[in-house]
């Protein structure tokens, strides 16, 4: 149990170390990983399985996806990106993308974050209701 805690601490250290004004850095990321493949400290395997989680989630975080039934107009597109960079900090990734399946509104999926103001949620939820 002692390595895992170790591990996980060693994992932190590095991850913070990998972040530039709160954004991560992909070059570090490589240095961080090139130098513990160097070093194989004790546990290294379960360090480097740490971070890749840290990443990963990180990656997740600042990845956002905005469905809508129609193509947004462009003023539209800046003003929902600007809220989610607002939201979600600098270096958020937005994606727009159509589903007409929707019926009408927005469904924005950032990270494990889900906004939902769709048609279709509501007229599920009334459906149950019944």
Partial sequence: MKISKQALRDARKLFRGCLVEGVLDEKRVRQAVALVLKHKPRGYIEILTRLLRLVK??????????????????????????????????????????????????????????????????????????
């Fill in 57 to 130: 989630l990180e990656l997740e975080r600042r990845t956002a996806c905005v469905e809508s039934v129609t193509a947004l107009p462009p003023d539209m597109r800046e003003k929902v990106s600007k809220q989610l960079i607002n939201i979600y900090g600098a270096g958020t990734n937005v994606s727009f993308v159509q589903n007409p399946t929707l019926i009408g509104g927005l469904r924005i999926q950032a990270g494990s974050d889900l906004y939902d103001g769709s048609v279709k949620r509501k007229l599920t939820e009334l459906a149950a209701s019944f």
